[in-house]
Nanobody, 117 residues
Framework: VQLQASGGGSVQAGGSLRLTCAASGRTFSTYGMGWFRQAPGKEREFVAR?????????YYADSVKGRFTISRDNAKNTVYLQMDSLKPEDTAVYHC??????????WGQGTQVTVSS
């Protein structure tokens, strides 16, 4: 499984960005997909997850709930992270990851998001 994240950039607080993660693999529709982020000097943290069972149920970190939306397009082997009402504390490198049933074991290279106040 290969993952390629894109869509990062620099925005002012209150702005929006949409991250895209393109995945390889013929069984993408059966992958759980997630987004994580790592800010300078901090540990990587969970941002959002979308499952493939149970109607693509979604989960979010409390810090982004209500502002970020994760979605997927199985026909395009792609998962998205729509980020609205961005805050300076959202500044980080964002990584997408795939869970094939044993946890997030496949990771993309990351895309930088910078939010200025």
């Amino acid at each position: 499984v290969q993952l390629q994240a894109s869509g990062g950039g620099s925005v002012q607080a209150g702005g929006s960005l949409r991250l895209t993660c393109a995945a390889s693999g013929r069984t993408f529709s059966t992958y759980g997909m997630g987004w994580f982020r790592q800010a300078p000097g901090k540990e990587r943290e969970f941002v959002a997850r979308i499952n493939w069972r149970g109607g693509d149920s979604t989960y979010y970190a409390d810090s982004v709930k209500g502002r970020f939306t994760i979605s997927r397009d199985n026909a395009k082997n792609t998962v998205y992270l729509q980020m609205d009402s961005l805050k300076p504390e959202d500044t980080a490198v964002y990584h997408c990851a795939a869970d094939l049933g044993t946890g997030f074991t496949y990771w993309g290279q990351g895309t930088q998001v910078t939010v200025s106040s």
